[in-house]
């Protein structure tokens, strides 16, 4: 009787608590299945080789309209943001994709010496080559815990070194371009992901 009194109280407060707070109703947000769908379209992965070693594992994700509008959905539902909220950060998104274009990378090079993407003094060369004109890219580390990043970047790893590169070309002008490259070069090896539109 003990047993059942105990498993009684134990299931009410289970289904207390497991009602979580969500979103406004009148927020009308992509499925969580939606949102990796739209990552695992808009991603690309290269891997390089020197022999039977892996010299580069890249992982990079173009954040045009369809991945900015989905990651704002998906922070509204991770961080539960209120209507107001969710509007400034849509309108800050589409004010971001009319000045620059930018892609997140996640990188892995077995030397740590030479996971140093972000530094001036770099060994690497970054450029993205949009319909035959090349642009350099200004990269960052991106400072958010690994958990963080996976719940936008799922494809992320702990063994892998999260980037943001920024172009000085705006989303909206080369999103529907035929050919956008992106290449991370040097003396390790040279890894090049193609977004063009399938």
């Known amino acids: 009787m003990k047993f059942l009194v105990s ?18 109703p009148t927020m009308k947000l992509i499925s969580e299945s939606d949102y990796q769908q739209t990552i695992k379209k808009n991603a690309r992965q290269e891997q390089v080789y020197s022999g039977l070693y892996n010299a580069i594992d890249m992982t990079g994700m173009i954040i045009n309209s369809e991945v900015s509008e989905a990651q704002v959905d998906q922070m509204a539902r991770v961080y539960i943001w209120d209507e107001n909220k969710y509007t400034q950060e849509k309108v800050k998104s589409e004010d971001k994709l009319r000045k620059e274009s930018e892609f997140f990378v996640s990188f892995f090079t077995p030397e740590r010496k030479h996971d140093d993407l972000h530094k001036n003094k770099t060994l690497w060369k970054i450029f993205l080559d949009v319909d035959g004109k090349r642009f350099e890219g200004k990269v960052s580390k991106v400072k958010l815990l690994t958990e963080e990043i996976q719940s936008l970047y799922p494809f992320h790893n702990r063994f892998s070194t999260p980037y943001s590169i920024v172009f000085p070309v705006a989303m909206k002008q080369i999103e529907q371009s035929a050919s956008i490259k992106l290449t991370i070069t040097g003396p390790v090896g040279s890894s090049t992901v193609d977004f063009a539109r399938k």
Not at 12 to 17: I, N
């Open 7 to 24: 498993l009684f109280i134990f299931t009410l407060m289970a289904s207390c608590s497991s009602k979580s707070i969500a979103p406004s």
